[in-house]
Antibody
Framework: EVQLVESGGGLVQPGGSLRLSCAAS????????MHWVRQAPGKGLVWVSR????????SYADSVKGRFTSSRDNARNTLFLQMNSLRAEDTAVYYC?????????WGQGTMVTVS | DIVMTQTPLSLSVTPGQPASISCKSS???????????LYWYLQRPGQPPQLLIY???NRFSGVPARFSGSGSGTDFTLKISRVEAEDVGVYHC?????????FGGGTKVEIK
């Protein structure tokens, strides 16, 4: 089955860290750019980061630049998001998403609560 | 950053009737490669978003023909020719012409 499964979310204090993982299966992971998108409770979607197919080109939203680090391990078909210096405003569901431009496959998301 | 503005905020539609959602961008979404990277997603309650339309007017695999996208430059529209009960949820437009990728605020569609 083609799917993305996020893990690693949870409750963390302000200033703390979390590492999210996204396990991909059912498709050729190393052929796709991957993204992180977040959604605060009751709010809209916000793009966080993108990683190219070999992890050599990574972009971030200004709101997370310098605090979050995206990476991927193509041998393990896994995308990562290391989140440091977390703030209350980082509280959201974090989605792992596949796509070069349009996002054609989304994970179910993992909730991160900073409080 | 490109700001995406969706209207209306919400829409209540009788089944079988049409619906239309507007998405306006603060800058042209026409890329130097000649493509326009404007997308539409539907997020059903409690679910992640799903891709409906890519590059303005192309229906994604499995998307019913009642969904159509149109527009150019800075003005885009998603139309549902005859709304069905399963179409309820929040519709989001998104641009990826320029980084950062940005989404509209969403339009909630409910059934009367």
């Amino acid at each position: 089955e083609v799917q993305l499964v996020e893990s690693g979310g949870g409750l963390v204090q302000p200033g703390g860290s979390l590492r999210l993982s996204c396990a991909a299966s059912g498709f050729t992971f190393n052929s796709y750019w991957m993204h992180w998108v977040r959604q605060a409770p009751g709010k809209g979607l916000v793009w966080v980061s993108r990683v190219n197919i070999d992890g050599s080109f990574i972009s971030y939203a200004d709101s997370v630049k310098g605090r979050f680090t995206s990476s991927r391990d193509n041998a393990r078909n896994t995308l990562f998001l290391q989140m440091n210096s977390l703030r209350a405003e980082d509280t959201a569901v974090y989605y792992c998403v596949r796509g070069v431009d349009g996002f054609d496959l989304w994970g179910q998301g993992t909730m991160v609560t900073v409080s | 950053d490109i700001v995406m503005t969706q209207t209306p905020l919400s829409l209540s539609v009788t089944p079988g009737q049409p619906a239309s959602i507007s998405c306006k961008s603060s800058q042209s979404l026409l890329h130097s490669d000649g493509k326009t990277y404007l997308y539409w997603y539907l997020q059903r309650p409690g679910q992640p978003p799903q891709l409906l339309i890519y590059e303005v007017s192309n229906r994604f695999s499995g998307v019913p023909a009642r969904f159509s996208g149109s527009g150019s430059g800075t003005d885009f529209t998603l139309k549902i020719s005859r709304v069905e009960a399963e179409d309820v949820g929040v519709y989001h437009c998104m641009q990826s012409t320029q980084v950062p990728l940005t989404f509209g605020g969403g339009t909630k569609v409910e059934i009367k």
